[in-house]
């Protein structure tokens, strides 16, 4: 399983390699709607390279949050246009089912806008959460800059995560079990820091919801 790992991961560095930053932005717009690619190998082969001297660092992070916006407003154009019962029913085909749709619709309708930003730091319902939103027509200003603000900050945090621990060590391209290793140790802090994220948003909206509901007992009283 590592070597397999590491052989798609040393696959992706030479993509970058050769595409550059057309490579990042295809790759990312690509992650964002219903194409099942990773971000987390494609943003840190492109910090690699930055590393290197190849290419800018923060020029890569910009990239990879347009082509987050570009597939997920793609995504979102095309549930809007089509509606629910479409969705619903091809969805399937491109292995969105509707358990999944409707899960990530009750996340928008529970979190709006604020769901939007903090679903493009999980990677469970980052590439779903554009489809609910074109169902819901969420304003599509609104929804851009949250996909932007999220997108950025998860493409830093990866290109930060690949120029920190691969990108002062080449070596690891070579030892597939050295890599797995620092990639475990080190990407769980990362996981950590964002669940961190969205518990706090998420207790935030609890402590608003009672705070209205108090405010409506004492206006009844």
């Known amino acids: 399983m590592q070597a397999q790992f590491h052989a798609l991961l040393v696959y992706w560095f030479h993509f970058v390699e050769v595409n550059g930053y057309l490579g990042v932005f295809l790759l990312m717009a690509l992650e964002s709607s219903f194409v099942p690619i ?3 190998i494609i943003m840190p082969p492109a910090a690699y ?3 290197q001297g190849r290419m800018d660092f923060w020029l890569v992070v910009c990239v990879g949050a347009a082509g987050g916006l570009f597939g997920s407003l793609v995504c979102y154009g095309a549930a809007r246009a089509l509606g629910a ?3 619903l029913r091809w969805g399937r085909f491109v292995l969105l089912t509707p358990d999944k749709i409707e899960a990530a619709e009750d996340w928008v309708k529970e979190y709006g806008v604020g769901g939007i930003f903090f679903s493009r730091l999980l990677p469970a ?3 779903l959460i554009s489809i609910p939103a074109g169902i819901l027509r969420m304003p599509v200003i609104a929804f851009s800059a949250a996909t932007v603000a999220g997108a950025f900050l998860w ?3 990866l290109a930060w995560f690949g120029r920190q621990v691969i990108g ?3 070596h690891l391209l070579d030892s597939p079990e050295q890599l797995a290793l620092v990639l475990r140790q080190r990407m769980h802090l990362i996981v950590l820091g964002i669940l961190a994220l969205a518990a706090a948003y998420a207790l935030m909206l609890w ?3 009672r705070g209205v509901q108090a405010e409506r007992r004492r206006a009844a009283a």
């Open 38 to 40: 990773p971000s987390e």
């Open 49 to 51: 390279w930055a590393a």
């Open 85 to 87: 019962p479409a969705v």
């Open 125 to 127: 319902v980052r590439h």
């Open 155 to 157: 493409d830093l945090t």
């Open 168 to 170: 002062d060590q080449p």
């Open 207 to 209: 402590l608003r919801r």
